[in-house]
């Protein structure tokens, strides 16, 4: 299971969602990276579903994307990657 999850501009929590497919979770990843690139995201909307909770839908306007990440969700577990952006070298 690969997790996507999306920072806002003034939120302290992250939105995530989850995938079963690493090719899906990184068509959402780069469909959100050109929304953020793109000049013409004053009123795009995201909208994104998720595979683990079946009703779960989320919704957000572009422009306040700040950041995207991608994680396998069943690493986190074993220790090997955590979610998250580390400065550790």
Not at 11 to 35: A, C, G, N, T, V
Not at 60 to 82: F, H
Request: hydrophobic letters at 35%.
């Amino acid at each position: 299971m690969y997790s996507l999850e999306i920072s806002l501009r003034y939120s302290p929590f992250p939105l995530s969602i989850q995938k079963k497919e690493y090719e899906d979770i990184k068509r959402i990843y780069d469909e959100i990276k050109d929304f953020m690139n793109s000049d013409n995201q004053n009123s795009s909307l995201i909208e994104l579903s998720c595979e683990k909770v079946q009703d779960k839908m989320i919704t957000v306007l572009a422009k306040e994307v700040i950041s995207v990440q991608i994680y396998e969700k069943s690493a986190v577990a074993g220790g090997s990657k955590r979610p998250g952006f580390s400065l550790d070298i």
